[in-house]
């Protein structure tokens, strides 16, 4: 496998109450260039506090125990409050499950866009920042004319791909997506899935891609790490872990969904 573009090594979060709650238990995987990495597990198992702990936004009582996460060549327990800052969105990009609620009210989309890039390239001229903006709309399936929108103007499923292109904007190698489409319905969640997948395989960044839906994840997924309280039980690619799963606790997650034993293999994406 070539240089990883993000690696985790033996992961550890604690919540600080009484009793300690051991959220994520001393994980360790790693994503290549372009890969897309299914984490899946149910409610609960520790995937957001894994996620959030990745790009330090973890407040406390949580609190990070062990290990590191290395992006690039950079040590994100090393970074100070700043350097995350600009880290993130930059190297790792998050969408998060009602990220589209978190679209400024009282800004036009192109605002908020031009923020991004008025923050982190505060050097890009006027006139580009404004193509970029209107391409970058484009990439996700919003016609640039809703630039001119406020949030309240579009859909749900718009406003998420707006977070999408946000999260887009500066070229991240990594994209951390926890949920982004739950909160939409079937047909909206396939279309910004197909989206997500069309854009990788152009743009080549890695994805994170969390979500208890484990036919949706076989679907989209390189690889999929099953995540049992806390900790990673398997590890494998989609096809490997569809055809021949190791753990009982995947065996059993698999058979929880009786329409993945219809046509077989029909869900994944080396298959497709
Ligand atoms: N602020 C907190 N204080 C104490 N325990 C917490 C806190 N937040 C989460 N936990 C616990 O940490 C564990 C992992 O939670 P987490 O939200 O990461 O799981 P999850 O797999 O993402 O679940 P979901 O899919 O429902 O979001 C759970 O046992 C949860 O109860």
Redesign the pocket.
Known sequence: MSEPVLSVEDFSVD?L?DPV?H?VKNVTFSLARGEVLGLA?E????????AYGMVRLLKP??AVTSGRVVAGDVDWGSLGPEELRAARWDRISMVFQGAMNSLNPVITIREQLEDVYLTHRPRMSRRERRDRCGELLERVGVDRARLRSYPHELSGGMRQRVMIAMAMALEPAVMIMD?PTTALDVVVQRDILREISRLRDELGFAVLFIT?DLPLLLEISDRIAVMKDGSIVELASASGLYTDPQHPYTQQLLAAFPSLTGSRGAFLRAAS
Request: with cysteine.
């Open positions: 919540y109450v709650v959220a597990g409610s609960g198992c520790g995937k957001s506090t894994l009582p949580a949920e208890h």
